[in-house]
């Protein structure tokens, strides 16, 4: 099956004109003006622009949290996502306290396997470090194709690891070529924080947020930049919120330290206003909370200074029902919210359209870093001669307006409910296959490939 894209607006990270792109097969072929290669479809992407398909790198599909699962399994999860124009999504793997990680990869090969409709890798979290765990990190980086290792510096009982595990694991990841990701609060003081309100009798959404404040994210942030960079592991810190935080960040650029940031959606465009409406507030509980409008302004900012690289969204859905979980008290709310089809069309209207950012940038923070962050550049995240043909061809002036009735996650609510977007997904192409075509779905579970990841490079 070959394709002809004719006369759009071409942006990758770099690049900005009028051409076109033939593909073959499931990768692109050629880029360029006047092509005039003969091909068994043709579309015409007249006044729409042209980029790679986005790589949302924070994802929870069906995980287990919580005493319950995230709504979203890998059929419903990577549906959504293609129609909002993200091609690949990386979940987390958690591995059980007390197991193996291959134990914990072979689980999530029985909820991924078959069951996708887009691509996608995985981050294993090591949750518990030890000369067992240590043992299977070679493998995993070499013979899986898995090359990032996430760490929770809370959660603890569950995921948290201390820093001595920190350290060793970091020591191993190095050594192999991978990277260490991480959830970066300080676990301690939010569980002294929970503690106290729960004893006050303080039990609404809003002292979720209050037991979670900026300190703690910027403590663990500088607490593991530190760590990184005596253990000289490639580092990455996901959702990063706060002013605090990146502030930690920016200080370690100043000893030419390189660590890698993302931020999610919402800490761009949300804010903890979201937290006086009762339980209701529910709907945003997640960790790290909701911050405050200065905290945007800072992480805007953060994306044109290159400190922040990556836009996710940190998927991880909850039905009402789950949420009502923690009705009677905000500590037993299942973190997390819906966001992964929203990502891409939300930062086009409210960063492209409002000025903050570029339309490269757009396409840096949305593919092409994450690509090259996690071992896949120029496979994914480009369109060039040779990368797989993951495309999104969009409509930059189209308006609509997200709710719960049209979105295609699997969550009885939106944490965007009418929120008005201008600019939508048209098309969507994943391996030279169109998979969305007007807001219908083209493609069936199954379709979706495990994509195999190389080591990690310092460099971006
Ligand atoms: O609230 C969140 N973020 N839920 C998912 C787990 C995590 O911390 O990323
Ligand atoms: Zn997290
Ligand atoms: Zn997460």
């Given at each position: 099956?070959?394709?002809?894209?004719?006369?759009?607006?071409?942006?990758?990270?770099?690049?900005?004109?009028?051409?076109?792109l033939?593909?073959?097969?499931?990768?692109?072929?050629?880029?360029?003006?006047?092509?005039?290669?003969?091909?068994?479809?043709?579309?015409?992407?007249?006044?729409?622009?042209?980029?790679?398909?986005?790589?949302?790198?924070?994802?929870?599909?069906?995980?287990?949290?919580?005493?319950?699962?995230?709504?979203?399994?890998?059929?419903?999860?990577?549906?959504?996502?293609?129609?909002?124009?993200?091609?690949?999504?990386?979940?987390?793997?958690l591995?059980?306290?007390?197991?193996?990680?291959?134990?914990?990869?072979?689980?999530?090969?029985?909820k991924?396997?078959?069951?996708?409709?887009?691509?996608?890798?995985?981050?294993?979290?090591?949750?518990?470090?030890?000369?067992?765990?240590?043992?299977?990190?070679?493998?995993?980086?070499?013979?899986?194709?898995?090359?990032?290792?996430?760490?929770?510096m809370?959660?603890?009982?569950?995921?948290?690891?201390?820093?001595?595990?920190?350290?060793?694991?970091?020591?191993?990841?190095?050594?192999?070529?991978?990277?260490?990701?991480?959830?970066?609060?300080?676990?301690?003081?939010?569980?002294?924080?929970?503690?106290?309100?729960?004893?006050e009798?303080?039990?609404?959404?809003?002292?979720?947020?209050?037991?979670?404040?900026?300190?703690?994210?910027?403590?663990?942030?500088?607490?593991?930049?530190d760590?990184?960079?005596?253990?000289?592991?490639?580092?990455?810190?996901?959702?990063?919120?706060?002013?605090?935080?990146?502030?930690?960040?920016?200080?370690?650029?100043?000893?030419?330290?390189?660590v890698?940031?993302?931020?999610?959606?919402?800490?761009?465009?949300?804010?903890?206003?979201?937290?006086?409406?009762?339980?209701?507030?529910?709907?945003?509980?997640m960790?790290?909370?909701?911050?405050?409008?200065?905290?945007?302004?800072t992480?805007?900012?953060?994306?044109?200074?290159?400190?922040?690289?990556?836009?996710?969204?940190?998927?991880?859905?909850?039905?009402?029902?789950?949420?009502?979980?923690?009705?009677?008290?905000?500590?037993?709310?299942?973190?997390?919210?819906?966001?992964?089809?929203?990502?891409?069309?939300?930062?086009?209207?409210?960063?492209?359209?409002?000025?903050?950012?570029?339309?490269?940038?757009?396409?840096?923070?949305?593919?092409?870093?994450?690509?090259?962050?996690?071992?896949?550049?120029?496979?994914?995240?480009?369109?060039?001669?040779?990368?797989?043909?993951?495309?999104?061809?969009?409509?930059?002036?189209?308006?609509?307006?997200?709710?719960?009735?049209?979105?295609?996650?699997?969550?009885?609510?939106?944490?965007?409910?009418?929120?008005?977007?201008?600019?939508?997904?048209?098309?969507?192409?994943?391996?030279?296959?169109?998979?969305?075509?007007?807001?219908?779905?083209?493609?069936?579970?199954?379709?979706?490939?495990?994509?195999?990841?190389?080591?990690?490079?310092?460099?971006?």
């Open positions: 099956m070959s394709l002809l894209i004719k006369n759009g607006r071409i942006i990758t990270a770099a690049d900005d004109f009028i051409g076109d033939f593909v073959d097969g499931e990768q692109i072929q050629a880029v360029g003006r006047n092509l005039s290669y003969k091909a068994d479809e043709v579309i015409d992407a007249s006044g729409k622009l042209v980029f790679p398909g986005g790589i949302d790198p924070h994802v929870h599909l069906d995980m287990p949290f919580m005493g319950t699962f995230s709504s979203d399994d890998y059929a419903t999860g990577t549906a959504a996502a293609l129609h909002g124009g993200t091609t690949m999504v990386i979940d987390f793997i591995q059980t306290q007390g197991r193996t990680l291959y134990d914990a990869l072979e689980e999530w090969q029985k991924s396997q078959g069951k996708a409709c887009g691509d996608y890798s995985y981050h294993m979290a090591v949750t518990d470090f030890n000369e067992t765990t240590k043992a299977e990190i070679k493998s995993l980086i070499h013979e899986e194709g898995i090359t990032s290792f996430k760490t929770f809370a959660y603890k009982g569950a995921l948290m690891i201390d820093d001595n595990q920190m350290v060793g694991l970091m020591k191993e990841v190095k050594e192999q070529g991978g990277m260490v990701t991480v959830h970066a609060t300080n676990g301690d003081m939010i569980d002294h924080l929970i503690a106290k309100n729960r004893q009798g303080n039990l609404s959404p809003l002292y979720h947020y209050l037991s979670q404040p900026e300190i703690t994210e910027a403590e663990a942030s500088g607490r593991f930049t760590m990184a960079h005596y253990t000289g592991v490639p580092a990455y810190i996901v959702h990063l919120t706060c002013e605090g935080a990146l502030n930690a960040v920016r200080r370690a650029t100043y000893r030419n330290q390189k890698f940031v993302e931020t999610c959606i919402q800490y761009l465009l949300l804010d903890a206003s979201l937290y006086d409406k009762g339980f209701e507030s529910a709907k945003w509980v960790s790290p909370p909701l911050r405050k409008k200065k905290d945007q302004e992480l805007w900012a953060g994306i044109n200074q290159g400190l922040v690289q990556v836009l996710g969204t940190d998927h991880c859905p909850f039905n009402w029902e789950q949420k009502k979980m923690g009705e009677e008290d905000f500590s037993k709310i299942p973190n997390g919210h819906p966001a992964l089809e929203h990502r891409m069309e939300l930062l086009f209207s409210e960063g492209v359209h409002q000025g903050k950012i570029s339309l490269n940038t757009y396409v840096a923070i949305t593919s092409t870093n994450a690509a090259k962050i996690f071992g896949m550049y120029p496979r994914k995240g480009c369109l060039a001669a040779g990368s797989d043909a993951d495309i999104v061809i969009f409509d930059p002036q189209k308006e609509h307006v997200i709710s719960a009735d049209n979105h295609h996650h699997r969550c009885d609510y939106s944490a965007y409910e009418g929120w008005k977007v201008k600019g939508k997904c048209e098309t969507v192409i994943l391996r030279g296959q169109v998979a969305v075509a007007n807001g219908e779905l083209k493609v069936t579970p199954g379709m979706g490939k495990f994509i195999k990841r190389g080591t990690i490079s310092k460099v971006i």
